[in-house]
């Protein structure tokens, strides 16, 4: 069975930095690109960055372009995602999810979400 | 990037069916066929039900259907059911520049 795990959330400054985990088991996590999710409260989803299978390729949606930096560790299967500087808007539920396979771009599974506030 | 367009809410009683649709442009929903739809119940994660426009994952029922037309995407909801009533959203590949896209999001009601 798949099973997505984030960590790492709570409260944090403005201005302040965090770092999200995503512990990943049942599956073979060095073979799918995996993804991080957000929802403010009370709203939509929205896309927020990706990384492929290999970690050679990353994208970040506008919103957090240059503030944060998705990794993953392969050895341990574990998504990572480092924010800095942030601010009230990305205050949200911040799921990852994993790709279907290449050829789909859906996300098949997903973690509980950790929630993070900014104030 | 800006979000792909759906209705805010549609409502239907038991046994009707929905249709939810999900406007995006050539560069995403009309150039590719990687649309995919998740339901999201209160305060639970997203579930995937439709992905490459109209494919089903095991153990969704067929009463969810998925179609697209030029640049808008639609889900079907055929024989509403009480735990159909949930947040629906859309979402398509955007292209090397835009890896995915999310819908606005449907609030399905069955009244």
């Known amino acids: 069975e798949v099973q997505l795990v984030e960590s790492g959330g709570g409260l944090v400054q403005p201005g302040g930095s965090l770092r999200l985990s995503c512990s990943a088991s049942?599956?073979?996590?060095?073979?799918?690109?995996m993804h991080w999710v957000r929802q403010a409260p009370g709203k939509g989803l929205e896309y927020v960055s990706g990384?492929?299978?290999?970690?050679?390729?990353?994208y970040y949606a506008d919103s957090v372009q240059g503030r944060f930096i998705t990794s993953r560790d392969n050895s341990k299967s574990t998504l990572y995602l480092q924010m800095a500087s942030l601010r009230g808007e990305d205050t949200a539920t911040y799921f990852c999810?994993?790709?279907?396979?290449?050829?789909?771009?859906?996300?098949?599974?997903w973690g509980h979400g950790t929630l993070i506030t900014v104030s | 990037q800006s979000a792909l367009t759906q209705p805010p809410s549609v409502s239907g009683s038991p046994g009707q069916s929905v249709t939810i649709s999900c406007t995006g442009t050539?560069?995403?929903?009309?150039?590719?066929?990687?649309v995919s739809w998740y339901q999201q119940h209160s305060g639970k994660a997203p579930k995937l039900i439709i992905y490459?426009?109209?494919k089903r994952p095991s153990g969704v029922p067929d009463r969810f259907s998925g179609s697209k037309s030029g640049n808008t995407a639609s889900l079907t909801i055929s024989g509403l059911q009480p735990d159909d009533d949930a947040d629906y959203y859309c979402?398509?590949?955007?292209?090397?520049?835009?890896?995915?896209?999310f819908g606005t999001g449907t609030k399905v009601t069955v009244l």
């Open positions: 050539t560069r995403d929903v009309g150039g590719y066929n990687y």
């Open positions: 490459g426009v109209t």
């Open positions: 049942g599956f073979a996590f060095s073979s799918f690109a």
């Open positions: 990384i492929s299978h290999n970690g050679g390729s990353t």
């Open positions: 999810a994993k790709e279907h396979s290449p050829i789909t771009s859906a996300f098949d599974s």
């Open positions: 979402c398509s590949y955007g292209g090397d520049n835009t890896w995915r896209l």
